[in-house]
T-cell receptor, first 115, second 111 residues
Framework: DAGVIQSPRHEVTEMGQEVTLRCKPISGHDYLFWYRQTMMRGLELLIYFNNNVPIDDSGMPEDRFSAKMPNASFSTLKIQPSEPRDSAVYFC?????????????FGDGTRLSIL | GEDVEQSLFLSVREGDSSVINCTYTDSSSTYLYWYKQEPGAGLQLLTYIFSNMDMKQDQRLTVLLNKKDKHLSLRIADTQTGDSAIYFCAENGAGANNLFFGTGTRLTVIP
């Protein structure tokens, strides 16, 4: 089975540009999560969806960040305009359910560098 | 909210046992997990334990859970250089649809 697929794997762009990160969850998984990982702050949950509906976006740092899930097999995380402090590794994860045994399966991440 | 804590670093010699510790605050957690992150990769589920268990063994991995003290540990027997990675513990609080992750422990195995 294919795992969680993220694209691009690496992104380098200049400050002020729009950045779009993409994620394809595992088929049949109802939950999708976006995380950010930095040396300073560790792994942070940004937002998660259940059945394509955003449930908790309290981790989204500011209005420059937005996330969508137009269908069960695709989600995007957008940063506009981007800033150097947004440089991090962004992970997408999915899980089959939200209660009980709910292991999350992670993609390999997008390493984002904002110059 | 839930608080999950781990020590940041651990170094062991190849062949020795490694013990990675984790404490959490939510006594209603039902499942607790250990994830491994290798350089340049995402988090990979290693093992898990249900909260009504005290111990779970899976080949070289032993998970111990002290629910009274809210303490979780991961023991890796005969640690190999390939075990060098960051290890995260995670738990799901009752009623929560997401997992709460610790800060991660960077394990370095010295040849």
């Amino acid at each position: 089975d294919a795992g969680v697929i993220q694209s691009p794997r690496h992104e380098v762009t200049e400050m002020g540009q729009e950045v779009t990160l993409r994620c394809k969850p595992i088929s049949g998984h109802d939950y999708l999560f976006w995380y950010r990982q930095t040396m300073m702050r560790g792994l942070e949950l940004l937002i998660y969806f259940n059945n394509n509906v955003p449930i908790d976006d309290s981790g989204m740092p500011e209005d420059r960040f937005s996330a969508k899930m137009p269908n069960a097999s695709f989600s995007t995380l957008k940063i506009q305009p981007s800033e150097p402090r947004d440089s991090a590794v962004y992970f997408c994860a999915s899980s089959p359910r939200g209660v009980g045994y709910q292991p999350q399966h992670f993609g390999d991440g997008t390493r984002l560098s904002i110059l | 909210g839930e608080d999950v804590e781990q020590s940041l670093f651990l170094s062991v010699r190849e062949g020795d046992s490694s013990v990675i510790n984790c404490t959490y605050t939510d006594s209603s957690s039902t499942y607790l997990y250990w994830y491994k992150q290798e350089p340049g990769a995402g988090l990979q589920l290693l093992t898990y334990i249900f909260s009504n268990m005290d111990m779970k063994q899976d080949q070289r991995l032993t998970v111990l859970l002290n629910k009274k003290d809210k303490h979780l540990s991961l023991r890796i027997a005969d640690t190999q250089t390939g075990d060098s990675a960051i290890y995260f513990c995670a738990e799901n609080g009752a009623g929560a649809n997401n997992l709460f992750f610790g800060t991660g422990t960077r394990l370095t195995v010295i040849p």
